[in-house]
Structures are given as structure tokens and as C-alpha cells.
């Protein structure tokens, strides 16, 4: 079974950095564009920042400047590095693995995990 497993949230103080990471197994990672969603309670879940499988990245424009995704095919991770984090960057942080072959789209999340930004 298809496993994504997300890690490195937390409490951290506005202007404060944290980094997530996702670990990914079976499923062949580095033919999948990775992706951070996010969702605030009361809001629809976003995306935040994503990495193709040939490495071009784009990110939502709320945290440009501040986070940064990479990925290790290598190790099946994808990292989120947030820093000058603020009060509305927290939410539950999803990890996303997509892939389209064959026509179609198969997609893969995590089960999240909580970024609070409070003082």
C-alpha cells in the first residue's frame, strides 16, 4: 500500500522556520510530481508550493521568498523548508504525490501534520 508519511511540523514563533518532510514508498517517486497542500480550519485546502519529477518548482505566491520544496529521489523524500514563518501560515500540511500515465491521473496524500505560528 502506497504510504506518504509527513513530518517536522510543529509550534514555532512568527519569524521562526520549520521543515517538513514527506516520505514516500511503493510507489516509483521519481516519476511523481510532488506537492505541500495546506488547510486552515474554516478554509479549502491549497497549494502551497510543488516540484515536478524533472524538478521545476512553483509556488503559491503567499510564500514566495519564504518557503523553499526540494525533493531526494534517492531517499523518496520531499522537503518543505519555511522559513520568516507567520501567524497565517499555520494549518495542516498535506503531502501530495501525483503522477499522469496512461490518461490518467492517480494521486497519492499523507495524513498531515499541524504548523502552529503563534507567539
Known amino acids: 500500500q502506497v504510504q506518504l508519511v509527513e513530518s517536522g511540523g510543529g509550534l514555532v514563533q512568527p519569524g521562526g522556520s520549520l521543515r517538513l518532510s514527506c516520505a514516500a514508498s511503493?510507489?516509483?517517486?521519481?516519476?511523481?510530481?510532488m506537492g505541500w497542500y495546506r488547510q486552515a480550519p474554516g478554509k479549502q485546502r491549497e497549494l502551497v508550493a510543488a516540484i515536478t519529477s524533472g524538478g521545476s518548482t512553483n509556488y503559491a505566491d503567499s510564500v514566495k521568498g519564504r518557503f523553499t520544496i526540494s525533493r531526494d529521489n534517492a531517499k523518496n523524500t520531499v522537503q518543505l523548508q519555511m522559513n520568516s514563518l507567520k501567524p497565517e501560515d499555520t494549518a495542516v500540511y498535506y503531502c501530495?504525490?501525483?503522477?499522469?500515465?496512461?490518461?490518467?491521473?492517480?494521486?497519492?496524500w499523507g495524513q498531515g501534520t499541524q504548523v502552529t505560528v503563534s507567539s
Open positions: 511503493r510507489i516509483t517517486f521519481s516519476t511523481y510530481d
Open positions: 501530495n504525490a501525483r503522477r499522469l500515465a496512461f490518461g490518467r491521473t492517480t494521486s497519492y
